[in-house]
């Protein structure tokens, strides 16, 4: 730096650290919108996903279809007990009605031979009617399918 004076030093200098609070000023301001542009351009993502969604799905009001009562005898080691189960299946696809009326004898069939293997402290309780409705539920996919129903109602359970 031979041949400079002090005056050039001290401009420059002071041009160095403008130079930097001006950069320090606009950082955020920069960051900022760029803050926002991403929280805008998420935002379009979610909400076209959830359009897309609604459109691809749309929700079919569910139907109901009554099955006959099934009277079975329960695997009871003590006095035998009977089990009376009328139920009812919960289905939003159309096609689950003819389904289910072709496959009637395979899903009566296929419902009354897991009957007849529960025991009766297999029924007691809520925890009990839960895992006989999802046991119910599997069974009646797998004898109808690719049908598929969504649930089972109980409309009557009886144990004597």
Same mark, same amino acid.
């Given at each position: 730096?031979?041949? $400079?004076? &002090?005056?050039?030093?001290? %401009?420059?200098? #002071? ?10 000023? @606009?950082?955020?301001?920069? /960051? ?13 993502? !979610? ?15 569910? %139907? %109901?279809?009554?099955?006959? #009562?099934?009277? !079975?005898?329960?695997? /009871?080691?003590?006095? &035998? ?12 696809? &159309? ?9 009637? &004898? ?14 009766? #402290?297999? =029924?007691? *309780?809520?925890? *009990?009617? %839960?895992? @006989?409705?999802? $046991?119910? !539920?599997?069974?009646?996919? =797998? ?7 969504? #649930?089972? @109602? +109980?409309?009557? @359970? =009886? +144990?004597?």
């Amino acid at each position: 730096m031979a041949g $400079e004076s &002090p005056h050039d030093l001290e %401009f420059v200098e #002071a041009a160095k650290v403008t130079g930097a609070r001006t950069r320090s000023k @606009l950082v955020w301001p920069v /960051s900022i919108v760029l803050l926002a542009i991403a929280i805008g351009v998420g935002f379009i993502a !979610v909400t076209a996903r959830e359009k897309k969604a609604a459109v691809a799905s749309p929700q079919l009001a569910p %139907f %109901f279809l009554d099955l006959p #009562a099934i009277k !079975v005898n329960l695997a /009871s080691l003590e006095r &035998p007990q009977v089990l009376t189960l009328a139920i009812s299946l919960e289905a939003t696809d &159309p096609a689950s009605p003819e389904a289910v009326q072709t496959a009637m &004898p395979h899903l009566l069939d296929s419902l009354q031979t897991h009957l007849r293997e529960l025991r009766p #402290a297999e =029924l007691q *309780g809520s925890a *009990g009617l %839960f895992r @006989l409705r999802e $046991e119910l !539920v599997k069974r009646v996919n =797998l004898a109808i399918a690719p049908s598929r129903v969504r #649930a089972v @109602l +109980v409309r009557d @359970l =009886l +144990v004597q």
